[in-house]
């Protein structure tokens, strides 16, 4: 079955840094668009980045310049580069893909920025 495993959630200090990371089993990766959503205490899931089969990248209003979305399909691997993290982000960070129609979800990973 499809399995989803995030990585690399901490404490940081506000303008630092974090990669997260998510590492995908049990589907054809390299065809599967790959996202990364939040949810931060008393809001709503947020999406923050996807990334396509082509490359083809979008991120959040809230996060474009400052974060970093990549692929391995080799590694079968999605990562979130963030950079400049305001206190702002943090949340749980979730992995997600959508797979004929199914929903999938990683455990995910607390981040959080001390201001």
């Known amino acids: 079955q499809v399995q989803l495993v995030e990585s690399g959630g901490g404490l940081v200090q506000a303008g630092g840094s974090l990669t997260l990371s998510c590492a995908a089993s049990?589907?054809?990766?390299?065809?599967?668009?790959m996202g990364w959503y939040r949810r931060a205490p008393g809001k709503q899931l947020e999406l923050v980045a996807f990334?396509?089969?082509?490359?083809?990248?979008n991120y959040a209003d809230s996060v474009k310049g400052r974060f970093t979305i990549s692929r391995d399909n080799a590694k079968k691997t999605v990562d979130l580069q963030m950079n400049s993290l305001k206190f702002e982000d943090t949340a749980v960070y979730y992995c997600?893909?959508?797979?004929?129609?199914?929903?999938?979800w990683g455990q995910g990973t607390q981040v959080t920025v001390s201001s």
């Open positions: 049990g589907m054809f990766f390299s065809i599967t668009t």
């Open positions: 990334i396509t089969s082509d490359g083809i990248i």
């Open positions: 997600n893909t959508r797979l004929i129609g199914v929903e999938h």
